[in-house]
């Protein structure tokens, strides 16, 4: 093992951080709003690597693929919300119960518009090509998808502070009620942030697509790793979710190279006992 | 109904279900077994959440421990396929009990959501050894068990072994009815009520916590156990979130707070999935479907028809008495 691995390593883990901040992100602004685990979260992910699909295939486009995909799956989250979540109230165990119920019910309608197959969402050659950098070869893909993340990473922090739609955000985070209170429309920030969670999920679900593929049960596969960034980084927070995505990335990682037997051990265990010591995680407020 | 009302129809059930069961035929039969392994699943984990106000998303994993205990010992010691079996019954429980009791440590000081959030993280520990572990768990394709105990009894015939997994099931029944109802379990009641008054009026609520903690998890390990000799095989998927999942779902769906309830929702979910699933190909929405609605709809679950019913029937006379046209109700 020289320094070579090393690199390598730890570049293939911040580009699969690059991907689950894109996931935890939103997860983790959906929690702190409105207090709800969301268990449909994964289901994003995979819905938009599937609308993606169905894009490419009937367009041919791969950037069209992108934005359509994620408005689309937004579109889904928004109506759950709305529809379904809203009127539930402040019952946070029945709302993520709730969210359970949908991911099953996605799960079967994903099974049945685009069957069981393991797919594949093929980028453009330009992105797949190799680059040097020094005397490592670098997937060209794996830095397009660093930048993404890197991207809307700080667009959403320009928006979360330098906006008045983010200073209503970030209140409401502190405390929902107190917002209420001083006039902000927290029904309304609710709509936003799940709509925004669900954008970001199905990005991540189309961008992941060429890297992970698509199937049935990558919902609930990739939903336990969001968490687990979400929880490292600290609910509500976009510098903990980015910091939670890069752990978790690089932990998985070298979890994976280095003792491959107790790999997810090692990325679970400490998420547990982060949350037995510090349930708020690294980033998060109460 | 009055409680002995109740116990009367529960016992009746449970003899309809003890004497139709062997003329079933082999699939029912064993859908059936399954059913009541997972009822014991689904009723450990009302202890946590409808009596003790703790929803835990990890309870597969004592499952787990369960069921890989009971094949890594039949396939790698050749050991509870004898007359060891009912050892391995007692051993299976132990572990449940004693990797909950490992895990409350971390888990009971979280509460709400957290607590939630915790006992995912701790099954995913669990999924994760079970997953990536090759030498001890077989990995990705799990282990395969050489086939059920053999000793006084032949448990290879498919309706002895139903026989027994009821016994089980029947007994944890009993004993958890017993638990829920004793001086513990109305604290545990107290606790999902209002904590912070328990804390004042002098209960240790932690120990209380982790108590209810530790016995869900052995009745956990049980389940793990006779789902193990069940399926005659243990992988991952046992484990997994989705199961954990699964066994949320039944408590909700049959009724949280009711144990029967949990039980119901495991004959189901099962049903629901296992038979439905022969017969259209999109049971899927029909459980997602019923689940949604009876979130929204039903939160005391199914259990809680008969009072629903009762309360319209009487809201309806009440109102007939008011407008003055009713005969005196009963």
């Known amino acids: ?260 037997e107790v790999s997810y051990f090692t990325l679970y265990a400490p998420m547990a006992l982060l949350l037995a010591v510090r349930p708020t995680g690294l980033f998060g407020r109460d | 109904m009055t409680g002995t009302g109740k116990v009367l129809v529960v016992a009746s059930v449970l003899v309809a279900i003890l004497l139709l069961t062997p003329h079933t035929g082999s699939f029912m039969l064993l859908l059936i077994t399954r059913a009541l392994v997972l009822a014991i699943l689904a009723m450990s984990l009302d202890i946590l959440l409808g009596f003790t106000g703790l929803a835990s998303l990890g309870q597969a994993a004592y499952l787990g421990v369960g069921a890989y205990l009971t094949a890594i010992l039949a396939t790698k010691y050749q050991f509870g396929l004898g007359p060891g079996f009912p050892l391995v019954i007692v051993l299976g429980f132990a572990a449940g009990a004693a990797t909950a009791a490992f895990f409350g440590l971390f888990a009971i000081r979280a509460t709400g959501v957290y607590f939630l959030m915790i006992t995912l993280a701790l099954g995913q520990c669990v999924w994760g050894l079970a997953y990536r572990w090759n030498s001890l768990t077989g990995g990705d394709n799990g282990l395969n068990l050489p086939g059920r105990p053999e000793f006084a009894i032949r448990l290879a015939d498919d309706v002895t072994y139903f026989y027994l997994v009821f016994a089980f099931f029947v007994a944890s029944l009993v004993i958890l009815y017993v638990l829920v109802k004793s001086p513990f379990g109305r604290s545990l009641e107290g606790i999902r009520e209002r904590e912070l008054r328990m804390r004042i009026l002098g209960y240790n609520t932690w120990l209380h916590k982790y108590i209810a903690f530790v016995i869900a998890g052995g009745f956990g390990g049980l389940a793990g156990v006779l789902w193990a000799h069940a399926n005659g095989h243990v992988s991952p998927e046992d484990v997994v979130l989705t199961t954990s999942v699964d066994a949320l779902l039944m408590v909700v769906l049959g009724g949280s707070g009711t144990l029967v309830g949990g039980a119901i929702g495991a004959g189901v979910v099962l049903f629901l999935r296992e038979y439905l699933s022969t017969l259209v190909p999109w049971w899927q929405y029909v459980l997602g479907g019923v689940y949604v609605l009876i979130i929204l709809y039903l939160p005391g679950g199914l259990m809680s028809i008969p009072q629903r019913i009762r309360q319209r029937r009487g809201a309806t006379s009440d109102l007939a008495i008011a407008k003055g046209l009713a005969v005196t109700p009963q």
């Not at chain 1, 942030?193 to 199937?215: D, Q």
């Open chain 1, 1 to 260: 093992m020289d320094t070579r691995f090393w690199l390598i390593q730890a570049f293939n883990g911040i580009s699969y951080g690059a991907l689950l901040f894109l996931v935890g992100s939103g997860l983790s602004l959906i929690f702190g709003v409105m207090r709800i685990v969301n268990l449909a979260h994964g289901s994003y992910f995979l819905l938009g690597g599937y609308v993606a699909l169905s894009v490419i295939w009937t367009t041919g486009s791969w950037a069209l693929a992108i934005p359509v995909a994620a408005l689309a799956v937004a579109a889904i989250g928004l109506l759950m919300e709305r529809v379904f979540l809203r009127p539930l109230g402040f019952d946070p165990l029945r709302q993520v119960l709730l969210t359970v119920g949908f991911a099953f019910l996605f799960q079967q309608a994903a099974l049945d518009i685009w069957g069981g197959d393991n797919l594949d969402i093929v980028p453009p050659a330009k992105l797949t090509q190799t680059v040097v950098v020094g005397r490592l070869y670098l997937p060209g893909y794996r830095i397009f998808m660093i930048a993404v993340a890197a991207t809307i990473g700080v667009i959403l922090w320009l928006v979360m502070e330098k906006t008045r739609m983010g200073a209503a955000v970030r209140a409401t985070v502190d405390d929902a009620q107190m917002a209420r209170g001083v006039g902000i429309d927290t029904s309304r920030i609710s709509m936003f942030i799940f709509a925004l969670g669900a954008f970001l999920a199905a990005l991540g679900g189309v961008i992941g697509g060429a890297f992970l593929g698509v199937y049935p049960g990558l919902d609930f596969q990739i939903l336990p790793v969001a968490f687990a960034v979400v929880i490292i980084g600290g609910m509500g927070s976009l510098t903990g979710a980015a910091i939670g995505a890069l752990v978790v990335g690089l932990a998985d990682n070298f979890g994976k190279a280095l003792f491959p």
